[in-house]
């Protein structure tokens, strides 16, 4: 399959090329698409033919749901069966944005796209691109992150070239996502709200709004055996190709031991990466060291995280050692995500 990439401008969105996407998409087929969080996989999410191909091309598990995105907020009552009062208050503080809420969901909404739940999670994106093409293409757009299941999600047009090109119709070149973590995730289907899987809209900024909201056991405790019912919380998820170890502790002796895991690793002959930040990256004598950017400023490192996981790839490291990153506000999703991609493999010093 030829896989078709077009570069979108936000100041003048091409009509024309939006059609061409929005005809693939009610055709059955497949476009990637730029979000304010990550690069979305997007096909009919109310046709389940579509709903598979979505599995097929990122070789994702069936039982793994899809996220609805929706670009009118009337939309999500054909496909929510019910919209309690919080999840319209959220919706009115949190909507179009990286939010995504789960609803019971209503017979439009095939069991191939919410992995066999009675569940269907729904986000609403404030991104530009992602409005204009989910407009076009009927309203109900299914998409997971646009990379091969288990890998660093995309964060640029060119890592989406780099998984699935060949695999999909088309992708939508909006440059480099905002965010560049996944949207939060909220059970609205329960009292009080569960959150299941942590992102920029933060536990305190919810609470603030709709009064107590619980944090989900599963991601707690990963290995529970607890079914999940969010996207990525079943299986490993963001992981780079080199073994990736995360260090926690005070800043000092963090630094001192991955110097010395650094160069017990080089020792045995390995090629070691280093995982930084701005304020550290100069004391890393061993490896090829990466900074996320400034630790004062949680955003920017998430917005770098997939692409340093992703540029470690290119560098053929054997082993990863990363900072830890606390939970003050987005900093618990940076490492949530940190630990999936790990597999959870943790070093406290």
Same mark, same amino acid.
């Given at each position: 399959?030829?896989?078709?990439?077009?570069?979108?401008?936000?100041?003048?969105?091409?009509?024309?090329?939006?059609? $061409?996407?929005?005809?693939?998409?009610?055709?059955?087929?497949?476009?990637?698409?730029?979000?304010?969080?990550?690069?979305?996989?997007?096909?009919?999410?109310?046709?389940?033919?579509?709903?598979?191909?979505?599995?097929?091309?990122?070789?994702?598990?069936?039982?793994?749901?899809?996220?609805?995105?929706?670009?009118?907020?009337?939309?999500?009552?054909?496909?929510?069966?019910?919209?309690?009062?919080?999840?319209?208050?959220?919706?009115?503080?949190?909507?179009?944005?990286?939010?995504?809420?789960?609803?019971?969901?209503?017979?439009?909404?095939?069991?191939?796209?919410?992995?066999?739940?009675?569940?269907?999670?729904?986000?609403?994106?404030?991104?530009?691109?992602?409005?204009?093409?989910?407009?076009?293409?009927?309203?109900?757009?299914?998409?997971?992150?646009?990379?091969?299941?288990?890998?660093?999600?995309?964060?640029?047009?060119?890592?989406?070239?780099?998984?699935?090109?060949?695999?999909?119709?088309?992708?939508?070149?909006?440059?480099? &996502?905002?965010?560049?973590?996944?949207?939060?995730?909220?059970?609205?289907?329960?009292?009080?709200?569960?959150?299941?899987?942590?992102?920029?809209?933060?536990?305190?900024?919810?609470?603030?709004?709709?009064?107590?909201?619980?944090?989900?056991?599963?991601?707690?405790?990963?290995?529970?055996?607890?079914?999940?019912?969010?996207?990525?919380?079943?299986?490993?998820?963001?992981?780079?190709?080199?073994?990736?170890?995360?260090?926690?502790?005070?800043?000092?002796?963090?630094?001192?031991?991955?110097?010395?895991?650094?160069?017990? &690793?080089?020792?045995?002959?390995?090629?070691?990466?280093?995982?930084?930040?701005?304020?550290?990256?100069?004391?890393?004598?061993?490896?090829?060291?990466?900074?996320?950017?400034?630790?004062?400023?949680?955003? $920017?490192?998430?917005?770098?995280?997939?692409?340093?996981?992703?540029?470690?790839?290119?560098?053929?490291?054997?082993?990863?050692?990363?900072?830890?990153?606390?939970?003050?506000?987005?900093?618990?999703?940076?490492?949530?995500?940190?630990?999936?991609?790990?597999?959870?493999?943790?070093?406290?010093?």
């Amino acid at each position: 399959m030829d896989t078709q990439v077009r570069k979108l401008n936000y100041d003048q969105i091409d009509a024309e090329v939006m059609k $061409e996407a929005g005809d693939i998409i009610r055709a059955g087929g497949l476009v990637a698409f730029p979000t304010e969080t990550v690069y979305g996989l997007g096909g009919d999410a109310l046709n389940p033919e579509s709903s598979k191909k979505i599995y097929a091309a990122k070789g994702r598990p069936s039982d793994n749901p899809l996220i609805v995105h929706i670009e009118e907020r009337a939309d999500l009552y054909k496909i929510a069966a019910r919209v309690p009062e919080k999840a319209e208050k959220m919706m009115d503080a949190f909507w179009p944005g990286p939010l995504t809420l789960i609803f019971q969901k209503t017979d439009l909404v095939p069991n191939e796209t919410t992995g066999g739940l009675d569940t269907v999670a729904v986000r609403m994106p404030s991104d530009g691109i992602a409005a204009a093409f989910i407009r076009t293409a009927g309203g109900f757009i299914a998409a997971p992150s646009a990379n091969v299941s288990g890998r660093p999600s995309t964060t640029t047009a060119a890592h989406v070239v780099e998984d699935l090109s060949g695999r999909i119709e088309m992708i939508l070149d909006g440059g480099q &996502a905002v965010i560049g973590l996944e949207s939060t995730i909220v059970d609205m289907s329960v009292e009080p709200p569960v959150i299941l899987r942590p992102g920029a809209i933060t536990k305190d900024m919810m609470e603030a709004v709709i009064g107590p909201v619980e944090i989900d056991k599963a991601i707690i405790a990963p290995n529970s055996g607890i079914k999940p019912k969010a996207p990525g919380m079943k299986y490993r998820h963001y992981a780079p190709r080199a073994d990736l170890t995360i260090v926690e502790g005070a800043s000092d002796r963090v630094v001192e031991a991955m110097n010395r895991m650094a160069e017990e &690793a080089e020792a045995s002959g390995k090629k070691v990466g280093i995982i930084a930040t701005d304020e550290t990256v100069s004391r890393y004598p061993h490896g090829i060291v990466m900074s996320l950017g400034a630790r004062s400023n949680e955003e $920017e490192i998430a917005m770098h995280l997939f692409e340093v996981l992703r540029k470690f790839d290119d560098t053929d490291v054997d082993c990863i050692f990363s900072e830890s990153f606390e939970d003050a506000a987005i900093g618990a999703a940076i490492m949530n995500r940190l630990l999936k991609a790990a597999g959870h493999k943790v070093v406290r010093v």
